[in-house]
């Protein structure tokens, strides 16, 4: 992958425009950045990441973008059409630079989802000059986000007038992580948390109100379970079997962060 943004400078805090090329391997297995690019266009550029945003090899997030500046849904590398992708770049903390992949891989045998994953060498070209080895930025994974989509997490849309039942119910992304600039969270079931989708600002009241109320109802049935029912009372709130295989692969990995940073959850319109 290459990504030229003619002099410009990438930043964490607004986006910057570049041109992206894709290079696929071809009949011999090799990418050539001399062959003709698989994919062309227009993407826009953000640094991803709060505690690996000072390291040498940063990881991006990246919309593709068509002339306009709208977002452009296209298959990157064999994977479903979408505009939004990270690319994630391991390093200090990855220094086989494949776990992410890998755990991904594993929750997806499992029949969990998780996001699709394919490696590739990524150039950043900033200086406004040809582009030479000088760019070469090393091993990327460039993954999915992870976002509402029939081929995502398959949620209904929650738009503002869905303030009544059954629409209020869903569906939700929220994650336990660091808030993005400007956002204030919410808690609900002695958690903090953040909106993934809707985002905080698009968000009613009403909305949250339901999303407060049923997380900490669900919390009451963890705190005061009676263990003579055959079936908990929880079991109306969390789907137990994805709880319990979530907590297995972070504990298999020893995920530092497990729990407690970039944990994602969804809650489906009248579901768990």
Known sequence: IVLDTEGGRISATSRTQALMQLFDRGDDGRARISAEPDFEGLASLKIRGSSTEGRPKKAYSMEIQDIYG????VSLLDMPEDSDWILYAPYNFDRALM??????ELSNQLGRYAVRTRF??????????PIDQRSYAGVYVLMEKIKRGADRVPIDRLLRKHTEAPEVSGG????????????????????ALAYVEPKEEEIERDQTKYLTDFLNDMNRTFRDRDYEKEVPDYDQYIDEAAWIDFHILNEFTKNPDGFRLSTYMHLPREGR
């Not at 709208?70 to 849904?73: A, I, K, T, Y």
């Not at 776990?99 to 991904?104: M, S, V």
């Not at 992304?173 to 958690?191: A, E």
Request: charged residues 30%; glycine residues 12%; hydrophobic residues 25%.
């Open 99 to 104: 776990r992410n992949a890998f755990i991904y």
């Open 70 to 73: 709208n977002d452009r849904d």
């Open 120 to 129: 590739c060498e990524v150039y950043v070209n900033t200086r406004g000059q």
């Open 172 to 191: 939700y992304i929220l994650k336990v992580d660091r808030l993005d600039p400007g956002d204030r969270g919410f808690s609900g079931g002695s958690q």
